[in-house]
Nanobody
Framework: QVQLVESGGGLVQAGGSLRLSCAASGRTFSSYSMGWFRQAPGKERGFVAAITGSGGSTYYADSVKGRFTISRDNAKNTVYLLMNSLKPDDTAVYYC??????WGLGQSRRYDVWGQGTQVTVSS
């Protein structure tokens, strides 16, 4: 059974940084792309960033480009999301997910397993 467990969320002031982690088990981690999505209160879940299995390709939503960095350590079965220059608009529950696809990773339907989410709150 595939499991994803996010960690690293919390409360941070605007302009600060956080690093989210997502630990995976139950699947050959390096064979799958990983993505981060987020959902703010009253809004739909939206794409944040994705990375292919080898780590060779990364993708970002325009709203986080230049501020967030996705990376992975296949030896540790973990994907990371480093978030810098955080803004109050980044406040959301952040979810990681796994996908067998290497393209179209901005679409949530490409992902088959999701974590439980971790709350990120950015104060102004």
């Amino acid at each position: 059974q595939v499991q994803l467990v996010e960690s690293g969320g919390g409360l941070v002031q605007a302009g600060g940084s956080l690093r989210l982690s997502c630990a995976a088990s139950g699947r050959t981690f390096s064979s799958y792309s990983m993505g981060w999505f987020r959902q703010a209160p009253g809004k739909e879940r939206g794409f944040v960033a994705a990375i292919t299995g080898s780590g060779g390709s990364t993708y970002y939503a325009d709203s986080v480009k230049g501020r967030f960095t996705i990376s992975r350590d296949n030896a540790k079965n973990t994907v990371y999301l480093l978030m810098n220059s955080l803004k109050p608009d980044d406040t959301a529950v952040y979810y990681c997910a796994t996908s067998a696809w290497e393209w179209g990773l901005g679409q949530s339907r490409r992902y088959d397993v999701w974590g439980q989410g971790t709350q990120v709150t950015v104060s102004s």
